[in-house]
C-alpha cells in the first residue's frame, strides 16, 4: 500500500462527511432514484459509474440540492440538508460541483469568477478574495489566464477554472458530473491531474466519469449504478477484476472494449 493511501485511510477515519439514507425521488412515474443508501467518509474518493440514464447525475444534484428527495434523508457533516435562504446559499458553498459544461459566468474574467463567490457567500474581505483565487488558478495551473474572458480560453482551461472557483469556497467536499466527456481528447489528461492532486491532497470527492483509469488510480471505492439503484460497490481493483453482478459485467465489457 502507499503513503497516499494510508494518509487517506487515516483522514478517512474521522467519520462520515455525506450520508444518504434511504433516499427515493421519482420524476413522475420515473422512479430515478431507488432507496440509495450511500456513506462516504471524510478523505475519501467514490467514483459513480452506470449506464447513461442510471440516475447519477440525479444523484449528485440532490446532495447540494439542486433537487429535491421525495423521502429518505441526505446530511453533510452531520447536518441535513437545508431548504433554502442564506443556509443553502452556504451548503451549495460546502459542496463544490463542477459539471460536463463549464458554467463559468461568461461575462466576468477568470480572476473575477474564482473572486465573487468567496466575497458574496464567505464574506471575504476582497484582497484576500483576490489572492486566494490567484493562488488556485496558479495551482490548476491557469495563474497566466487571469485577466481573460472564458471564451478565450480552451476546453480544458475552462474547466480546470471551474475546479478552482469551486476550491475557493473552501468546500467540505466536490462534486464532478463527468467533468472531462466535454473535452477534446488532448485537454482530458490536464483535467484528470488536477483531480488526482486533489485526490492526494485528501479532498473528500464523488466522481461521476467513464475515465477508468481515474477510478482505478484514484478512487478508493467505485459505486456502480443502474436504474436508480446502487447494483454494487467495491474498491476499484476488486469492481474490476473481478465484478459480482451480470449488471456490472455487462457494462464493463461494453466500456472497456470499445
Ligand atoms: N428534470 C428531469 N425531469 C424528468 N426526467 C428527468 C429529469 N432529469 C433526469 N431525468 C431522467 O431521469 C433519469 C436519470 O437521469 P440522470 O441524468 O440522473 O442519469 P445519468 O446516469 O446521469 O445519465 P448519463 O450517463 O446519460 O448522464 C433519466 O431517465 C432521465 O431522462
Ligand atoms: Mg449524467
Redesign the pocket.
Known sequence: MTEVSMAKEDVASTGDLVVLKSVNKH?GA?H?LQDIDLTIARGEVVVVI?P???????LCRTINRLETIDDGSISIDGKPLPHEGKELARLRADVGMVFQSFNLFAHKTVLENVTLGQVKVRRKDRKQAEERARTLLDRVGVGAQADKYPAQLSGGQQQRVAIARALAMEPKVMLFD?PTSALDPEMINEVLEVMQQLARDGMTMIVVTHEMGFARSAANRVVFMADGRIIEQAAPDQFFSNPRSDRAKDFLSKILHH
Not at 447513461?52 to 440525479?58: D, L
Request: proline fraction near 0%; avoid cysteine.
Open positions: 420524476f420515473l430515478v452506470g447513461s440514464g442510471s440516475g447519477k447525475s440525479t463527468e
